[in-house]
């Protein structure tokens, strides 16, 4: 499934334009998120893209079909909308909620039968708040409301799940498992875009990322969006970008150190030239190998020599790699690898010549 | 709260809601001015269909002629005012919306007082009074639609249409003869039950019952209106749809009601949320449950009403007597108000 924003430009009513050639697609087992500034218009791409608000011109195609000119009923069983959580959802149980949103497939003079019942409950328990079911919505915390919202969504079959920033307002810990459920339910297969206020979560979860930068849509590979220089265009915020050093992974962080001033316009970035690197991978699930793999293929142009090695006891596979292109493809690579849920990977580049 | 019960709460459930109104009208068939007794009922009752069995003349009257027909009108108009008052919280997400939130009882009630000032008989009266209800609240919706249309915008413009016609009801009482139309106006302005014949309750029984039927067999999907918009359109449900079709049957509901036997507050406002307080916020189970608690609650006031005193009292003076303090202690209760 194929979600795709082509040429499409949207103003409000009183005619300013927010912004214009907006030019995306979420795909199937991609996960992709949109950052910008408060007021930028996230919630506004989100609610455009899936046709609650018209765009002015252009228009956004789900398998090559202009949604527009899609039945509703159609198109919501394909995809799925989370909206902020501020809705208490009316008192009712966790289950009830989850229940309405297949309403869609529950005949228009019918109720939920047991078997939808029973489906809900599946999905419930795919998520771990199978233990909720009874409880009240507006009795449950913050990040378990927002569970309960991502299970009404998924209940509904939709291949495509739009979320706006479902991980605002929760603690540590919840934002952990709502993104780690997002990350597992992209690697399942299912497209996930979603709006985030946190520069660090599009860097470690997303495979592309979206960024609204006064009026311009920017679209691509996460790392190539979301760098030191867009931040402070966009934000208006000087920002680093470091890594930071886990057993597992290279951790992309972004530290905001101050305001950006007028006058301190950020200069070109220097010639990136080659550099040598190798690559570790260890994959803690044998059968992640093949996307692993599938991932390389696509960046043979910078590889040099590979080695895999499945380690069967342990169900492991670990394979090195030796690199030998621009810091900006390196960086790419590792961040298509380290979104992935079980594997681990790191980079470690050659020291650079003088010249 | 009610999806997973099982199948020993759901014969308890049904049983509760049949018993309740059955025992209020056997109630209120033997209480009254003139008492009758237990066995007396029933062999009135079964006299119509055996002739074998004798029972007095007068007890036979009171039960067929007079009290029957009443007893189906406060249940079947207690039944209709509850399934609307329960509709319009949901539809508005609105705890203190009420049946005439619309201005359908301004409207209806306009029809009705002009009917007793050009002096027709019961029958077109109820038909003006019905057709004078579903203008107001088409008007209303025509005032609301535009470029805006909002929840509030609705809720505004009914609140607008509801005080026309009321300057419009006032303005009838200016002009009426007040010796005869006056008082007669008054009296139907604070409603009461004692006109009930079975051809005017059938002519008002239709419409709600239509109403009722259709709300019972879309329950699962009103459950949808209390959702926020973004929510709601995300199941692929036609929304503004839906919602048109609840207010329609909702307004019929009540527009019917009130031209049977005039406005009675508070019945829209309190059993609904009594059903919720018992019964959680699904619709499968509260549209049954309005339709037994409402006609039950009604049976039990309009018996009071006609038998506290030698003369009978206007039935709104009794449901907000009753009313008023019961919604307090159900408010204090729970602590606060939310849908």
């Known amino acids: 499934m194929k979600l795709e924003i082509k040429n499409a430009s949207f103003a409000y009513k009183n005619g300013r334009t927010l912004y214009e050639n907006v030019n995306f697609s979420v795909e199937s087992g991609e996960m992709i998120s949109i950052l910008g500034p408060n007021g930028a218009g996230k919630t506004t791409l989100l609610r455009a893209t899936m046709g609650l608000l018209n765009w002015k011109s252009g228009g956004s195609l789900l398998d090559g079909d202009n949604i527009a000119d899609m039945p509703a009923s159609k198109l919501?069983?394909?995809?799925?909308?989370?909206?902020?959580?501020?809705?208490?959802?009316?008192?009712?149980?966790?289950?009830?909620?989850?229940?309405?949103?297949?309403?869609?497939?529950?005949?228009?003079?019918?109720?939920?039968?047991?078997k939808d019942i029973r489906f809900a409950e599946e999905t419930l328990d795919r998520l771990h708040i199978l233990h909720l079911k009874d409880r009240l919505c507006n009795e449950i915390s913050g990040g378990e409301l927002q569970m309960t919202m991502i299970a009404r969504s998924l209940v509904s079959h939709a291949g495509i799940l739009i979320l706006d920033e479902p991980e605002s307002n929760l603690d540590f810990k919840?934002?952990?498992?709502?993104?780690?459920?997002?990350?597992?339910?992209?690697?399942?297969?299912?497209?996930v875009l979603f709006n985030t206020h946190y520069?660090?979560?599009?860097?470690?979860?997303?495979?592309?990322?979206?960024?609204?930068?006064?009026?311009?849509?920017?679209?691509?590979?996460?790392?190539?969006?979301?760098?030191?220089?867009?931040?402070?265009?966009?934000?208006?915020?000087k920002a680093y970008i470091g890594q930071f050093e886990t057993e597992h992974n290279m951790i992309a962080n972004v530290i905001p150190v101050g305001l950006t001033k007028d006058e301190e316009k950020t200069e070109a970035n220097e010639e990136d030239s080659d550099v040598l690197a190798t690559l570790s991978i260890i994959c803690s699930k044998f059968e992640e190998s093949e996307r692993i793999n599938a991932i390389l293929h696509e960046f043979n142009d910078i590889l040099f020599g590979r080695m895999g090695m499945p380690h069967r006891k342990r169900n492991l596979y670990l394979i090195s790699v030796n690199l030998d292109g621009s810091k900006e493809r390196i960086k790419m690579l590792a961040h298509q690898l380290s979104v992935l849920p079980d594997v681990s990977c790191k980079v470690t580049y050659a020291k650079e010549e003088e010249s | 709260m009610m999806t997973t019960k099982n199948g020993s709460w759901k014969i308890r459930y049904i049983l509760l809601l049949i018993a309740l109104p059955v025992l209020a009208l056997l109630f209120s068939l033997c209480v009254g001015r003139y008492v009758v007794s237990v066995p007396d009922v029933f062999r009135s009752i079964l006299s119509r269909f055996n002739e074998n069995i004798e029972v007095s003349k007068l007890a036979y009257i009171t039960i067929w002629n007079v009290r029957l027909p009443r007893i189906l009108l406060a249940f079947v108009v207690g039944s209709a005012l509850s399934c609307a008052g329960l509709l319009f919280q949901s539809i508005f997400r609105n705890p203190l919306a009420t049946p005439d939130t619309l201005g359908v009882a301004g409207g209806s009630s306009f029809g009705a007082v002009l009917s007793i000032l050009l002096g027709f008989s019961l029958i077109p009266l109820q038909l003006v009074s019905f057709g004078f209800g579903c203008l107001a609240v088409f008007l209303t919706i025509l005032a609301a639609k535009g470029k805006n249309q909002s929840m509030s915008t609705i809720i505004l413009s009914g609140i607008i249409m509801g005080s026309l016609f009321s300057a419009l009801v006032s303005l009838v009482k200016f002009t009426a003869d007040q010796e005869q139309q006056l008082p007669s106006i008054t009296y139907w302005l604070m409603g009461s039950l004692q006109s009930a014949t079975y051809s005017s309750l059938l002519i008002g029984l239709i419409p709600i019952a239509v109403s009722i039927i259709i709300l019972f067999l879309l329950r699962?999907?009103?459950?949808?209106?209390m959702l926020s918009e973004e929510e709601s359109c995300s199941s692929g449900v036609n929304m503004p749809r839906l919602r048109m079709v609840a207010i329609l049957c909702a307004t019929v509901a009540t527009a019917s009601s009130i031209s049977m036997c005039g406005q009675v507050g508070w019945v829209g406002l309190i059993v609904p949320h009594m059903c919720r307080m018992v019964f959680g916020n699904d619709h499968r189970h509260l549209i049954p449950a309005c339709v037994s608690f409402g006609g039950t609650f009604l049976i039990i006031v309009d018996t009071?009403?006609?038998?506290?005193?030698a003369a009978e009292l206007p039935i709104s003076i009794l449901t907000a007597i009753i009313g008023a303090p019961f919604f307090i202690f159900l408010m204090r209760r729970k602590g606060g108000w939310n849908l």
């Open chain 1, 76 to 114: 919501w069983s394909k995809i799925a909308y989370v909206p902020q959580a501020h809705n208490r959802g009316g008192s009712y149980t966790v289950l009830q909620s989850v229940l309405l949103g297949m309403t869609n497939q529950i005949g228009l003079f019918s109720t939920p039968k047991e």
């Open chain 1, 174 to 191: 919840n934002q952990m498992i709502v993104l780690d459920t997002l990350t597992k339910l992209s690697s399942e297969g299912i497209g």
């Open chain 1, 199 to 237: 520069p660090e979560h599009a860097l470690r979860r997303s495979t592309k990322a979206i960024l609204i930068d006064n009026g311009k849509v920017q679209f691509g590979a996460t790392p190539s969006i979301i760098t030191e220089k867009n931040i402070e265009s966009a934000f208006g915020v």
């Open chain 2, 220 to 225: 699962w999907r009103l459950n949808l209106l």
């Open chain 2, 304 to 309: 009071l009403a006609r038998s506290i005193s």
